[in-house]
């Protein structure tokens, strides 16, 4: 893809490492004279803003290392420490945890952009599953990293998370004590969270090579979605590519550097300042936001589906939701890569959006919530009036609790009536769960019917011939 | 071709295949010994390499100290009537309630109720880990909702027993699932009597 190299030796060291290890040729060809799509916007930065995420989150944590202690007399402890009195623990610290929710903030929205503009299509499908596996070990990252703060979250969610793996038929059981070292979360897990914790980021940093290797054989993919052609269509990485790269990542720091500074638990939950308490389950457990949409899937599924039970159904449904975007370049059967000229596509990846931001505020709530309630709680009583006749009184309320309440209170005002109540009558709800199950379906049926489907039925617009054909004509159009 | 020729010639000549007209033995020539050495080889390499990788997997399962602590003496007689302990055994929970007349009356009153979800005599979850019956009074029990886990409280929910905040599973006055997410009842954890008011469990 990029061609004959163009790196030039001036210096005789230079010839003579080039001669032995070609490192600088392999950095200029890469990140110098790459030929990068001219046309390329800002959600093309996000590949750079995450590479500077792994890095901060690693040197963030080789340092939180050395005065963390894994044990879980001490680990809570030690976290306040690093917070109090280690010299810049608080900034570190801090700069580690928003990192965090950073991290998955860019990566959301670098995913979003690849599905929008077809980047996992052919040939790039290899460089698509590799970003896949590096979000699923992202993933892993974040929740065992969760974990070592000791905090009420940091103990029941991972309760919770351990438990999920024993809805698993037969081998649930002996995994769940395998993966806990014990009969439940306690030292040995937080030893061997600890360690998995300091290990999966190199992981992560190993599978970015291959992420970026893929990307350079390949080439970009571009908002047109159309291949680059001559050498019309393309810039050079530098200085365009990296200077945009370095504006984009110069804003997102500002909004990093506003929550460091300004509201650095704005991101988390409060009760993770409750030291870990095996006896008390905090009120409502809930992952971090960037987790809830997956939270919300697992809980959707709340009935059985023939021999599968609801709990093994979530944990499937889970873990499916994200083994569906390992498939993706093979359910879309569209020949246009970009959505840009794929006007049903577009409309469908737009309520995909909502549904994803929606699956995530469910994640948050009580799934019994109702999101719509169409009038009362309502429950006839009859009973005796004062001159003998019967006669019926309707109670109504909100809730069935604040009915309860309500018809209590008038029995003890009117004891002689002998009041015989029928049965609450409940309005129509739309509850939480209703809405997740809803939203659940719609995230699967976008990438296994939609997506398929559509991209047989479909007429996309004219994609323009070249990359620079689509440049020039959109700088007349702005002129016009 | 060539292959097979060399293969051959490592037998010491016992093959004849540059002149065979049988085309069965063209197409997949009997196994040389050679073939044998590669399977056999390969098979003792994957054998050494499970035998080496157990070790780094076992070592995560729970450690000789860890099951030490597998079993846990009680003393029942500082539980009062209508009182509930929470102790912890193998890190885990559990609840030690000393049942009111009342709520033994409950339990064994709904023994036969249609909305059992994991149908179980009140009876059958007094049992001691060794088959013999246990005390009405008490009851043993692990303070982790089938759910996902949380701990539930008493006095709260429909049915006199436990109720889970987590995702509001509710549990009648003998531990029984009676309504809400959860698959099972709360679970009987194994205990025997050591002697009329010391119990031990695991």
Known sequence: MSGPSTYDPKTGIEKWLDARLPIIRLAHDSFVSYPTPRNLNYFWTFGAILTFCLVTQIVTGIVLAMHYVPSIDHAFASVQRIERDVPYGWLIQNIHAVGASMFFLAVYIHMFRGLYYGSYKAPREVLWILGCVIYLLMVGTAFLGYTLPWGQMSFWGATVITNILGAVPVVGEPIKQWLMGGFSIDNPTLNRFFSLHYLLPFVIFGVTILHVWALHVSGQNNPAGVDVKSADDTVPFTPYATVKDLFALAVFLLMFAVFVFYMPDALGHADNYIPGNPLVTPPEIVPEWYLLPFYAILRAITFNI????????????????????????????????????????????????????????????????????????????????????????????????ELAIAVRAWEQDNPGAEGKAAAVVEPFKFTVETFSQLLTAYYFAFFLIILPVLGLRETPRRVPDTIAKAVLDGSKAAAE | MKARLHSHTDLGGFGVAETTTNSTATD??????????????????????????????????????????????????????????????????????????????????????????????????????????????????????????????????????????????????????????????????PYVYLSDTTIKIG
């Open chain 2, 28 to 189: 997949a020539p009997a196994p040389s010994r050679r073939d044998f050495i590669h399977i056999a080889a390969g098979a003792a390499g994957a054998v050494g390499a499970a035998m080496v990788v157990w070790p780094f997997i076992d070592q995560m399962n729970p450690a000789a100290d860890t099951l030490s602590f597998a079993s846990i003496e009680v003393d029942l007689s500082s539980v009062a009537e209508g009182q509930q302990i929470q102790t912890l055994w193998r890190g885990k929970p559990m609840f030690i309630r000393h049942r009111t007349a009342d709520e033994i009356a409950r339990a064994e009153a709904d023994d036969k109720a249609p909305d059992l979800k994991d149908p179980a005599t009140d009876d059958s979850r007094l049992l001691q880990s060794n088959g013999q019956p246990g005390k009405r009074e008490f009851l043993i029990l692990l303070a982790s909702c089938t759910h996902l886990g949380c701990v539930p409280t008493f006095a709260a929910g429909d049915y006199g027993g436990w109720f889970c905040p987590c995702h509001g599973s509710h549990y009648d006055t003998s531990g029984r699932i009676r309504k809400g997410p959860a698959p099972k009842n709360l679970v009987v954890a």
């Open chain 1, 306 to 401: 023939g021999p599968i039970d609801s709990k093994l159904g979530g944990v499937i449904a889970m873990f499916g939701a994200i083994a569906v975007l390992f498939v993706l370049p093979w359910l879309d059967t569209s020949k246009v890569r970009s959505m840009r000229y794929r006007p049903w596509a577009q409309r469908f990846f737009l309520v995909f959006v909502v549904a994803c931001f929606a699956l995530g505020w469910c994640g948050g709530q009580n799934p019994a919530k109702a999101v719509y309630q169409a009038g009362d709680y309502s429950q006839v009583v009859t009973y005796k009036a004062a001159d003998g006749t019967e006669a019926t009184r309707t109670f109504a309320a909100h809730t069935p609790e």
